[in-house]
């Protein structure tokens, strides 16, 4: 019996294979990996050019160049569709320039891209608010506070008083009211938490504890709950 080789195994070529057809399939292996060698370099270049971009924006930001920042913004999230960061920037940038239609696209981009980020649904809810859809303003705020985390961290003061005054808008003094009360459990002096807190119990019936509030709201200067003190608390 002849010795084994325990060396490199030989190419053992299929029957119905013959070396010139061996040879094409090797040759349209290794343009398949060109090819995808080809793309990835494209990408690279792609992903470092979207960075770039993406830091000349913000550095245009927070220079306060809004326009500047918002071409920035634009050419990164062309060249990396997939980083929510790029079209959350585009948004907080339109915001500042008081542009909320658009700043609404580019977060409602972001939030599809990441869906579960509190500090874009944060951001959402302050454009709606701003359009006077306290629907959705709501709708988002309570997303927020319901996936709040250290790693993105927000205005939760300004989270629960927004949500406050939207669902006061809507006729729902008690989630009003609800909010106001953690709010002014971490900060009792804040007249405007007081005040409209007051108001929103006046609206639900609740008189006493309504005058009480606006009567510490005017006493810390809350000029606007001498009228309904007048009319509601003798």
């Known amino acids: 019996m002849p010795d084994h080789d325990h060396g490199q195994n030989p190419i053992i070529l299929p029957i119905s294979m013959s070396p010139k057809i061996l040879f094409g399939s ?19 270049t792609k992903y470092n050019e979207a960075v770039e971009f993406y830091n000349r924006g913000k550095i245009d930001y927070d220079s306060k160049q809004f326009q500047s920042a918002i ?10 569709p997939t980083n929510s960061d790029y079209p959350f920037d585009l948004s907080i ?42 629907s959705n303003a709501v709708h988002n705020y309570n997303i927020t506070l319901a996936n709040l985390n250290d790693e993105h961290p927000i205005n939760i003061q300004n989270c629960y008083y927004n949500k406050a005054v939207s669902e006061y808008n809507l006729g729902n003094y008690t989630s009003t009211i609800s909010d106001l009360t953690k709010l002014i459990k971490e900060d009792s002096t804040d007249f405007t938490y007081l005040h409209l807190r007051g108001v929103s119990y006046l609206r639900t019936k609740k008189v006493r504890e ?6 510490k709201a ?7 709950s001498e009228e309904y003190l007048g009319r509601y608390c003798p």
């Open 26 to 44: 090797i040759l349209l292996l290794i343009g398949i990996s060109s090819s995808k060698a080809q793309t990835d370099v494209i990408d690279n």
């Open 71 to 80: 071409e920035n913004f634009r050419r990164a999230f062309l060249l990396n």
């Open 93 to 134: 940038s339109y915001y500042e320039i008081k542009k909320y239609d658009s700043a609404l696209k580019y977060i409602e981009l972001a939030i599809a891209l990441e869906p579960n980020q509190p500090d874009y649904h944060y951001r959402a809810g302050n454009i709606f608010f701003h359009k006077k859809d306290y």
């Open 210 to 215: 309504g005058c009480v509030d606006l009567l």
């Open 218 to 224: 005017y006493k810390l200067g809350n000029s606007k």
